[in-house]
């Protein structure tokens, strides 16, 4: 048998990416067999096939790169996924858990390397940097299981990140003190530059993502774009003396607000990342680790064992003081600590720019069995990491899914009907729909498209398919279900108004009509008659933005709108998209009405940043076009004639909305409201609603003679 040993490591490029992406195809399964974390498994094929394993592969540029873009992206998507209105309410919390999590590991890894390892003060701080600071390496495992907006998560990963900050912080100091430099000029320069790069970048980058949405909706450039707003962060911290990791966790942040978590573009981001960068970024992590070292002598094993418990240790008594301090479950506890438990990403670069340096006499400030001692910390800390999240993970789902669940849950008959007759509106239409859905319910779309049964329904019924197969592509970027449907009626209103009964729908979703001259109605052809023939909640949608760039929402609440049985519907439905959005939304209205509002989204979405404005009057509503923004969204609560919240001044709408609204996005909403079933016709109900009655008619000729 001939000796194939010359065959390894293997160079080839093309041999290299093929043996990488059967680690990430194959990982994941052995390791579900096994009942282990398929993180730990990236880790564990990353040793085998390393020079510290059987030398299969080379652990060359290409793992530099690809490493280094998937720890950037575990960065960046843990900035993309807080929810930054709970930090903001939650501010004190992050600084306590920061700090805990950043000083009880530092001052017990600088008494342990004085003390224990007999290190020097300044390889004692360097030590002491190293075990303060923790990766997010078990992040991916939130993702998978849907916690990324659980309380504990969110604390973890802002405390992650204040402890990172803080360890290169003092990193940069001793770097700054070996190298001689001025500790005067060197901490005033190095504060002014890390200033300047967070004014810049919270001030530049906003403005530019707004204009680039703007005008740009191809779903490629939007995510280029977004990649190069990532790297130039990370490279911008890397000038400023600080990792790229710092850089990139902020242009998440940054992005935030303009990428919600059920859009396909996050959709992309996401799917990317864990499918490629990140796997890379965790076999190179175990390709760095040599087990042998282990049986090299007890001096490494006790430095081995020493970090593993130091690190372990400190940074469970921070996570579960923060738990009690704070009150919160045993649970939530466990996840703290395991997300906060494993180095990598900081723990490496540290320890390579420590391999750089050196001291007076001459040795270098990290030596063989530091070095050995932090790869194997790593490796058992990140094992350690991903067994507690995961275990956690389920743990939280289980007590979640135990809880009984609300009435209004329930009882929800969500099921959302989508009439597309304009390839302009589609796509808004359908985002606006993912944004409001229920993500639990996991119920599906309805697209429908009704075309003229005349001459040309042939020609339009093709278009009307394509429509629909585009909408349903739309859709299935977020994983959300489109059930399709095209028609022939000779009204429009009555094939929508068949198409809502034969599918059970709760509310539809359409585009405003287009007015294509001055002498075009606003309704159009068919909207009235579908208002006044459906008692179900309609929103009527003009979307002149991208969604994602929305800044407010502005409401219009007419009076005695809580008395409609769809006053709660269009609450919760605005709700979801505040909370998607990221925005803020401002509620115009009475006090008794805005005081229900208040009191329902603070029982069922206490995270959205609500504001209430009083409006005694509804002929106070042209005033709020000061107040409406083109980057805002405004939504005009109304009714339909003959119900309780309804108002004559309703039927000037359609004037004041041209004259004082003409340009900012705009959402009609007529809710559910009482009234008979349809088709059902008695002799005290009309069959028909005009669109203006003939009083006002009068008027407006008394008016103009």
Same mark, same amino acid.
């Given at each position: 048998?001939?000796?194939?040993?010359?065959? #390894?490591?293997?160079?080839? @490029?093309?041999?290299?990416?093929?043996?990488?992406?059967?680690?990430?195809?194959?990982?994941?399964?052995?390791?579900?067999?096994?009942?282990?974390?398929?993180?730990?498994?990236?880790?564990?094929?990353?040793?085998?096939?390393?020079?510290?394993?059987?030398?299969?592969?080379?652990?060359?540029?290409?793992?530099?790169?690809? =490493?280094?873009?998937?720890?950037?992206?575990?960065?960046?998507?843990?900035?993309?996924?807080?929810?930054?209105?709970?930090?903001?309410?939650?501010?004190?919390?992050?600084?306590?858990? =920061?700090?805990?999590?950043?000083?009880?590991?530092?001052?017990?890894?600088?008494?342990?390397?004085?003390?224990?390892?007999?290190?020097?003060?300044?390889?004692?701080? &360097?030590?002491?940097?190293?075990?303060?600071?923790?990766?997010?390496?078990?992040?991916?495992?939130?993702?998978?299981?849907?916690?990324?907006?659980?309380?504990?998560?969110?604390? /973890?990963? *802002?405390?992650?990140?204040?402890?990172?900050?803080?360890?290169?912080?003092?990193?940069?100091?001793?770097?700054?003190?070996?190298?001689?430099?001025?500790?005067?000029?060197?901490?005033?320069?190095?504060?002014?530059?890390?200033?300047?790069?967070?004014?810049?970048?919270?001030?530049?980058?906003?403005? &530019?993502?707004?204009?680039?949405?703007?005008?740009?909706?191809?779903?490629?450039?939007?995510?280029?774009?977004?990649?190069?707003? %990532?790297?130039? /962060?990370?490279?911008? /911290?890397?000038?400023?003396?600080?990792?790229?990791? #710092?850089?990139?966790?902020?242009?998440?942040?940054?992005?935030?607000?303009?990428?919600?978590?059920?859009?396909?573009?996050?959709?992309?981001?996401?799917?990317?990342?864990?499918?490629?960068?990140?796997?890379?970024?965790?076999? *190179?992590?175990?390709?760095?680790?040599?087990?042998?070292?282990?049986?090299?002598?007890?001096?490494?094993?006790?430095?081995?064992?020493?970090?593993?418990?130091?690190?372990?240790?400190?940074?469970?008594?921070?996570?579960?003081?923060?738990? !009690?301090?704070?009150? !919160?479950?045993?649970?939530?506890?466990?996840?703290?600590?395991?997300?906060?438990?494993?180095?990598?990403?900081? *723990?490496?670069?540290?320890?390579?720019? =420590?391999?750089?340096?050196?001291?007076?006499?001459?040795?270098?400030?990290?030596?063989?069995?530091?070095?050995?001692?932090?790869?194997?910390?790593?490796?058992?800390?990140?094992?350690?990491?991903?067994?507690?999240?995961?275990?956690?993970?389920?743990?939280?789902?289980?007590?979640?899914? !135990?809880?009984?669940?609300?009435?209004?849950?329930?009882?929800?008959?969500?099921?959302?009907?989508?009439?597309?007759?304009?390839?302009?509106?589609?796509?808004?239409?359908?985002?606006?729909?993912?944004?409001?859905?229920?993500?639990?319910?996991?119920?599906?779309?309805?697209?429908?498209?009704?075309?003229?049964?005349?001459?040309?329904?042939?020609?339009?019924?093709?278009?009307?398919?394509?429509?629909?197969?585009?909408?349903? +592509?739309? +859709?299935?970027?977020?994983?959300?279900?489109?059930?399709?449907?095209?028609?022939?009626?000779?009204?429009?209103?009555?094939?929508?108004?068949?198409?809502?009964?034969?599918?059970?729908?709760?509310?539809?979703?359409? =585009?405003?009509?287009?007015?294509?001259?001055?002498?075009?109605?606003?309704?159009?052809?068919?909207?009235?008659?579908?208002?006044?023939?459906?008692?179900?909640?309609?929103?009527?949608?003009?979307?002149?933005?991208?969604?994602?760039?929305?800044?407010?929402?502005?409401?219009?609440? @007419?009076?005695?709108?809580? #008395?409609?049985?769809?006053?709660?519907?269009?609450?919760?439905?605005?709700?979801?998209?505040?909370?998607?959005? *990221?925005?803020?939304?401002?509620?115009?209205?009475?006090?008794?009405?805005?005081? %229900?509002?208040?009191?329902?989204?603070?029982?069922?979405?206490?995270?959205?940043?609500?504001?209430?404005?009083?409006?005694?009057?509804?002929?106070? #509503?042209?005033?709020?076009?000061?107040?409406?923004?083109?980057?805002?969204?405004?939504?005009?609560?109304?009714?339909?004639?003959?119900?309780?919240?309804?108002?004559?001044?309703?039927?000037?709408?359609?004037?004041?909305?041209?004259?004082?609204?003409?340009?900012?996005?705009?959402?009609?909403?007529?809710?559910?409201?009482?009234?008979?079933?349809?088709?059902?016709?008695?002799?005290?109900?009309?069959?028909?609603?005009?669109?203006?009655?003939?009083?006002?008619?009068?008027?407006?000729?008394?008016?103009?003679?």
């Amino acid at each position: 048998m001939s000796d194939i040993s010359h065959y #390894f490591p293997i160079t080839n @490029p093309t041999l290299i990416f093929f043996v990488v992406l059967c680690i990430i195809l194959f990982a994941p399964i052995i390791m579900a067999r096994l009942r282990i974390p398929h993180i730990i498994g990236m880790v564990l094929a990353g040793i085998i096939v390393g020079k510290y394993g059987f030398n299969i592969l080379e652990r060359d540029s290409s793992f530099e790169l690809f =490493g280094k873009v998937g720890l950037l992206y575990i960065m960046f998507l843990a900035g993309l996924e807080m929810n930054l209105t709970d930090i903001m309410r939650k501010r004190f919390r992050f600084m306590i858990f =920061g700090l805990l999590t950043f000083l009880v590991p530092f001052v017990m890894a600088y008494c342990a390397g004085i003390w224990l390892l007999g290190y020097s003060s300044v390889t004692s701080l &360097l030590l002491a940097c190293i075990l303060a600071s923790n990766t997010l390496i078990a992040y991916p495992i939130v993702c998978k299981y849907g916690l990324q907006k659980h309380p504990s998560v969110g604390l /973890s990963v *802002g405390s992650s990140m204040i402890a990172l900050s803080m360890s290169l912080l003092v990193l940069a100091a001793i770097v700054g003190t070996t190298d001689n430099e001025s500790d005067i000029t060197f901490w005033v320069l190095f504060v002014a530059k890390v200033a300047l790069f967070c004014v810049a970048t919270s001030m530049l980058i906003p403005r &530019l993502t707004r204009w680039f949405f703007r005008r740009h909706a191809d779903a490629v450039m939007l995510y280029i774009y977004v990649m190069s707003v %990532l790297f130039l /962060s990370a490279a911008a /911290s890397e000038m400023c003396g600080l990792e790229g990791i #710092f850089g990139a966790f902020v242009a998440g942040l940054i992005l935030n607000r303009f990428i919600p978590s059920v859009s396909p573009l996050m959709n992309r981001i996401e799917f990317i990342g864990n499918a490629l960068f990140i796997p890379y970024f965790l076999i *190179g992590v175990g390709m760095l680790i040599n087990i042998r070292v282990l049986f090299h002598g007890w001096e490494t094993l006790g430095v081995v064992c020493c970090m593993v418990f130091i690190g372990t240790v400190s940074k469970a008594i921070a996570a579960y003081t923060s738990c !009690m301090a704070f009150r !919160m479950p045993l649970i939530s506890g466990h996840m703290m600590f395991g997300l906060t438990e494993a180095h990598a990403a900081g *723990g490496i670069a540290m320890t390579m720019v =420590g391999m750089n340096m050196r001291m007076p006499d001459g040795s270098y400030l990290v030596d063989a069995n530091m070095l050995n001692g932090v790869v194997m910390m790593i490796l058992f800390t990140c094992i350690i990491s991903s067994f507690v999240v995961e275990n956690s993970a389920q743990k939280i789902l289980l007590s979640e899914k !135990m809880q009984p669940e609300e009435p209004e849950r329930t009882g929800d008959d969500e099921k959302m009907l989508l009439p597309l007759q304009h390839s302009e509106n589609a796509d808004s239409l359908v985002n606006l729909a993912i944004l409001m859905r229920n993500k639990k319910l996991n119920r599906g779309l309805i697209g429908l498209n009704v075309v003229y049964d005349d001459i040309y329904s042939g020609r339009n019924q093709t278009a009307g398919r394509k429509l629909l197969e585009h909408a349903e +592509a739309v +859709a299935g970027l977020v994983d959300v279900r489109m059930q399709t449907q095209s028609r022939l009626a000779i009204n429009i209103a009555n094939g929508i108004k068949h198409a809502f009964k034969e599918n059970d729908a709760s509310e539809i979703i359409m =585009g405003l009509h287009r007015r294509t001259d001055p002498s075009d109605s606003f309704w159009g052809a068919y909207t009235q008659g579908l208002i006044s023939e459906i008692n179900r909640q309609i929103m009527i949608c003009r979307i002149v933005r991208p969604l994602n760039t929305i800044r407010r929402i502005q409401v219009a609440v @007419p009076s005695r709108v809580e #008395f409609e049985p769809g006053f709660y519907r269009w609450t919760e439905r605005l709700a979801r998209l505040t909370d998607n959005l *990221g925005c803020r939304i401002v509620f115009h209205g009475r006090r008794e009405t805005l005081s %229900l509002i208040n009191e329902y989204i603070q029982n069922r979405h206490p995270d959205i940043r609500a504001e209430y404005e009083v409006m005694q009057h509804w002929k106070e #509503f042209t005033s709020l076009s000061g107040t409406v923004n083109d980057d805002h969204l405004l939504v005009v609560v109304t009714a339909r004639p003959g119900t309780v919240s309804y108002k004559p001044a309703f039927e000037r709408l359609p004037e004041e909305l041209t004259a004082a609204f003409p340009a900012c996005s705009l959402m009609l909403v007529y809710p559910d409201q009482n009234g008979q079933p349809q088709d059902v016709m008695t002799f005290t109900a009309p069959q028909r609603q005009e669109k203006e009655s003939a009083y006002s008619t009068i008027l407006k000729l008394l008016k103009r003679h």
